[in-house]
Nanobody, 126 residues
Framework: VQLQASGGGLVRAGVSLRLSCAAS????????MAWFRQAPGKEREFVAA???????TYADSVKGRFSISRDNAKNTVYLQMNNLKPEDTAVYYC?????????????????????WGQGTQVTVSS
């Protein structure tokens, strides 16, 4: 499985940006997908996740501003980021894992995901 993230850039606070992550996998609809981010000097942190079934989970820091979605026909997951803040500055990574039973679903934990993209830089200036 290969994941290709894109859509990052340098923007001013308050604007919107949409990230995309294209997956090279035959059964994309059977994968749980997520976005994480890592700022300089900080640990990688969970941003948002979407299950194979469409259920979504968000970090409290982005709830109400970010929206995750998927297009199974295009093997792509999106992260719509609105009202960006300087503290959103980070490298954003998409992650994927074959769907497991609900008991095992831990979307906020990086080790849940077997596959990672290369990351796309998002820089928000004040």
């Amino acid at each position: 499985v290969q994941l290709q993230a894109s859509g990052g850039g340098l923007v001013r606070a308050g604007v919107s940006l949409r990230l995309s992550c294209a997956a090279s996998v035959r059964t994309f609809s059977n994968y749980d997908m997520a976005w994480f981010r890592q700022a300089p000097g900080k640990e990688r942190e969970f941003v948002a996740a979407i299950r194979w079934s469409g259920g979504v989970t968000y970090a409290d820091s982005v709830k109400g501003r970010f929206s995750i979605s998927r297009d199974n026909a295009k093997n792509t997951v999106y992260l719509q980021m609105n009202n960006l803040k300087p503290e959103d500055t980070a490298v954003y990574y998409c992650a994927a894992d074959p769907a497991r039973g609900s008991y095992y679903y831990t979307p906020r934990i990086p080790t849940y995901y077997d596959y990672w993209g290369q990351g796309t830089q998002v820089t928000v200036s004040s």
